[in-house]
């Protein structure tokens, strides 16, 4: 290469890949209030925080969301690493791993891992962070997303308790929204039967389909072979009509489920949470089994689900670990954020409160020392690290949105007492650095 073209390519302007971007201030203030919130809220249910990692081995999750699903076959960024994860060491070809498209299999596999069987009581963990799907990027659906879920594992229990905590996590969920301001959500619920009654109902789907096939578009055509379930999920509005009088799930469950079901819409109903039932809520991972449910919230066009959960007993199992059963949510923290903005609740972001407009090199020191005084004292304070001339500093302070600028000039440093000027109304004061925290300090309150 040339040294020219060299210099080109280091000038040529490097942008975030697609489906991908960066969260800014103030924004960022809104994300750190709902997580917040989600911390606060999911401890007063006795859910404790677990860091998972953001890789894991590929069979992780090929195993748990099902090697059809279009997560697993579509979406993942797979890598291969040329080595063994496990070891490090021996190179084991077509060994690969996954940027993580959820984090349900990681918590089955740490729960795993760390033996937390052996736990007393269900265990109940919660996380938050990025996950990965290659999915065509629109408004509210990224390639990097991120989520907040909680996941119950538990060892003992029967039908009726498991009821009980799938009402109580969704209860959970409830507060949560409610106390982060989301306003307009609803709740829609389902059962999707297990091994014993769904394959049964996949039948009956499927040949009610076969009836119709002419009458579907080339997708669900070919569903009807694959996975006739997915039919359900259809947005075709000429396949609307034909999917409202399909065979539904909830009048095909065994017993068991039945009850289960019966059971949950019981639950809710005692703790005053409202919901629709959709027969329709397949959900896209192989995972689940009996209660399902997703969250709505306005303002977020064709993406509005904010919330995906539902049962999995069974999953653990599948993953070596002993018999456990599971239930679990995650919340879309961008669609959150997206349906907040949507309802102009905005970020609160912390304001300046002090501009330091110090004069005169030899100054310096005095207003380093003073910024980390006030810095001390818990105000939020602004130190230009270059001499300004005494009217541009004023206006800096205003553009920045300072309430107070501290003028510090030689006769300031001489005398100890420090100019404030309240800029809102150019009231200005000459204190002593105590009394300078003190009156600060209490321009904070309202
Ligand atoms: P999911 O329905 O695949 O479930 O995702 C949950 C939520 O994540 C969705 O409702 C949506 O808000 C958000 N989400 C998914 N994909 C994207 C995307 N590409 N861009 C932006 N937001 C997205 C799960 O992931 C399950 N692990 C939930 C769960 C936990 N089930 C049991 N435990």
Not at 43 to 66: D, H, N, Q, V
Not at 70 to 75: A, L, Q, R
Not at 132 to 150: D, H, N, V
Not at 201 to 230: C, F, H, M, W
Request: proline share 5%; with cysteine.
């Amino acid at each position: 290469m040339s040294e020219g073209a060299g210099k080109a390519h280091e000038k040529r302007k490097i942008q975030a890949i697609k489906g991908v971007r960066d969260i800014l201030p103030p924004e960022t203030a809104l994300w750190n209030r709902v997580e917040q919130t989600a911390h606060e809220v999911f401890a007063t249910y006795g859910f404790g925080e677990i860091r998972l990692p953001i890789f894991e081995t590929t069979e992780l999750f090929a195993r748990s969301i099902g090697a059809d699903t279009d997560v697993v076959s579509k979406e993942m960024y797979t890598f291969a690493t040329g080595y063994d994860p496990h070891s490090l060491e021996e190179s084991i070809p077509g060994r690969t791993i996954t940027l993580r498209p959820e984090a349900t299999a990681s918590v089955c596999r740490a729960y795993i891992e760390h033996g937390m069987h052996t736990l007393p009581g269900n265990v109940k963990l919660y996380y938050m962070g990025p996950m990965f799907r290659r999915e065509r990027p629109q408004k509210g659906r990224y390639r990097q997303f991120y989520q907040i879920g909680a996941e119950v594992l538990s060892h003992s229990g029967d039908l009726k308790d498991d009821a009980r905590v799938d009402a109580e996590v969704i209860e959970m969920l409830t507060t949560f929204f409610e106390k982060a301001g989301l306003e307009g959500t609803a709740l829609y619920l389902n059962s999707i039967g297990c091994k014993e009654c769904r394959p049964k109902y996949v039948e009956l789907l499927r040949a009610a389909l076969a009836k119709v096939k002419d009458k579907l578009g080339p997708d669900s055509q070919r569903r009807i072979e694959t996975n006739p379930l997915r039919v359900l999920d259809s947005k075709l509005e000429s396949e609307q009509a034909i999917i409202e009088k399909l065979p539904r799930i909830a009048e095909h469950l065994c017993p068991d489920c039945l009850e289960e079901y019966t059971e949950v819409k019981k639950q809710l109903a005692m703790r005053g949470i409202s919901y629709t039932q959709n027969f329709r809520l397949v959900r896209g991972l192989d995972y689940y089994m009996r209660t399902t449910f997703e969250i709505t919230a306005p303002g977020l066009g064709s993406q509005n689900a904010v919330c995906g959960g539902g049962r999995y007993d069974g999953l653990v199992e599948l993953l070596g670990g002993p018999p456990t059963k599971g239930i679990g949510f995650a919340i879309g923290t961008d669609r959150v954020i997206l349906s907040l903005q949507d309802m102009r609740k905005l970020p609160v972001e912390r304001a300046l409160e002090v501009y330091v407009a110090w004069m005169g090199e030899k100054n310096y020191p005095a207003a380093v020392k003073i910024a980390r005084r006030l810095r001390d004292a818990g105000l939020a304070v602004e130190l230009p690290p270059g001499e300004m001339k005494f009217g541009k500093a004023l206006g800096l302070a205003d553009k920045l949105g300072a309430r107070y600028a501290l003028i510090i000039g030689d006769d300031e440093v001489a005398s100890g007492q420090f100019t404030v000027k309240r800029l809102e109304d150019g009231e200005q004061k000459k204190l002593g650095e105590r009394e300078l925290v003190a009156y600060l300090k209490a321009g904070e309150a309202p």
